[in-house]
Structures are given as C-alpha cells and as structure tokens.
C-alpha cells in the first residue's frame, strides 16, 4: 500500500479541526526532534468530555494528517477514553502501514494528546516511550 494513500494526501491538503480556539481549557505543543514535525493541541472541555479539539502544525503528510483524522474522533470522547487510546487506533485511522522510520512522525498526534491531558490533570509529561508502549 501507497505510503501517502488518498486519505493521508486528503488531510494533509484539506486538514479538519487546525485553526485557533479561544475557548480552549488546555493547551500542549509536542515536537518530534528526529524530524521537525510539530503539533500544538487545544482542547475545550465540558466536565470530563472534550467539547472541540483544534490544533495547529507543520511537518510530513503523515504527521499532519495523522493529527486532522485523531481530531475528528475527539468531539465528545472522555478524557479517559482519549488517554487509554493505543498506537493501533492512530495506525487504524492512517489506513497504511508505517514503519519504524515513520512512526514517531504517525503517534506525534497521540503524543500530544496524551501530553495535553497529563498537563490538564497536573501529571508530568508522558515520555515517548510510554506512548509507544501502550497497546
């Protein structure tokens, strides 16, 4: 399977959920040094529940896109429910396989996101090895 499917190229040109949000609760950046990429995650909460996830980024197709696919799951998932996501959800979402050169640019987004939760919960961040391992 083609490393840059259709769904990737979609979201890396056409990305949901990147932009600004002025309501956000809690906000978390997260870079991967191998390779540049970036991610800042916002998200606006209601109790324990994300209301909204907004996000802003630059890198590869596969980081970026993997960051618009996880956005698009994370209206109205619990906190909890998004901190026990595992890799296999983010490798599920991208539709391709990713080899090890590539993985830390596909679990950027999961790592900001756990990160950002960690940060609203007052938990220290989680390392990449801790988001790597949790299948």
């Known amino acids: 399977m ?8 979609d979201h890396y040109r056409n990305p949901r959920n990147k932009g600004p949000l002025p309501k956000a609760n809690i ?4 870079l991967n040094a191998n390779c540049g990429d970036s991610l800042s995650l916002r998200l606006s909460l209601k109790g324990k529940k994300i209301e909204e996830a907004r996000w802003q980024g630059t890198g590869c197709a596969i980081s970026q896109a993997g960051m618009s696919l ?12 998004a901190a026990a996501l595992p890799p296999s959800r983010i490798y599920g979402l991208l539709g391709v396989p990713v080899g090890p050169r590539r993985t830390k640019c596909a679990l950027l987004c999961l790592h900001a996101l756990k990160n950002t939760i960690h940060k609203h919960e007052g938990k220290p961040p989680q390392s990449w090895t801790e988001t790597l391992g949790q299948e």
């Open 70 to 81: 996880l956005s698009e799951e994370l209206a109205g998932m619990s906190l909890k429910d």
């Open 27 to 30: 906000e978390h950046t997260e």
């Open 2 to 9: 083609d490393l840059y499917a259709d769904n990737i190229l």
